[in-house]
């Protein structure tokens, strides 16, 4: 398909995709191209299937099942809830 039209475009949508254009040094016809492979995840086809977030990777797996297992108990009195809080 060469040609989309878009009616009815939210000014504040318009604008955030202006400056977006303004920022990338891009045309909006590419801004909006751009957000539309972002937006369904075709960008990261195009980059060799790099994942869109790794800055958690190190992390993973990184615990033993002890650390985990504390980690867990921890967590649990946190999510106690405090009925008198809520009178």
Do not use: H
């Amino acid at each position: 398909m060469k040609a989309i039209t878009l009616r009815d475009v939210p000014p504040e949508l318009a604008r955030l995709i202006r400056r977006r254009a303004e920022q990338e040094k891009m045309s909006l016809n590419k801004t909006v191209v751009r957000l539309l492979e972002e937006g369904t995840g075709l960008l990261q086809k195009k980059k060799k299937g790099k994942p869109l977030y790794d800055d958690l990777d190190a992390l993973a797996g990184a615990w033993t099942q002890k650390e985990a297992r504390e980690f867990e108990q921890a967590l649990e009195k946190q999510r106690a809830i405090d009925l008198d809080l809520w009178k």
